[in-house]
């Protein structure tokens, strides 16, 4: 079993940047594939990014190079760098363990989330 417990999200305006942070306990992450999903009001659940075992990463085209995913093995915490915010980056942002590189599945573990909030 894993818990993972996001952190960092607020309300920034739009071009600020936020950083959150997903702290996982229970089992290691090294080794393990750990992503970023965000789901926004009235909207699926949709890919942000995913960084490898090997720090190898992937993003959606709609955050691509504003977006940076990265993590701590140490710590057992991932980070979302989040630049140039928009307001269409508003969402809940949840963090998750084990997601495939290959069409960026889900894992089979998520955090409860955290608000980002970007005003216009």
């Known amino acids: 079993q894993v818990q993972l417990v996001e952190s960092g999200g607020g309300l920034v305006q739009a071009g600020g940047s936020l950083r959150l942070s997903c702290e996982a306990s229970?089992?290691?992450?090294?080794?393990?594939?750990m992503g970023w999903f965000r789901q926004a009001p009235g909207k699926e659940r949709e890919f942000v990014a995913v960084?490898?075992?090997?720090?190898?990463?992937t993003y959606a085209d709609s955050v691509k190079g504003r977006f940076t995913i990265s993590r701590d093995n140490g710590k057992r915490t991932v980070y979302l760098q989040m630049n140039s915010l928009k307001p269409e980056d508003t969402a809940v942002y949840y963090c998750?363990?084990?997601?495939?590189?290959?069409?960026?599945?889900?894992?089979?573990?998520w955090g409860k989330g955290t608000l980002v909030t970007v005003s216009s």
């Open positions: 960084i490898n075992w090997s720090s190898s990463t």
């Open positions: 229970g089992r290691t992450v090294s080794g393990y594939n």
């Open positions: 998750n363990y084990g997601t495939a590189i290959v069409g960026q599945k889900a894992g089979p573990y």
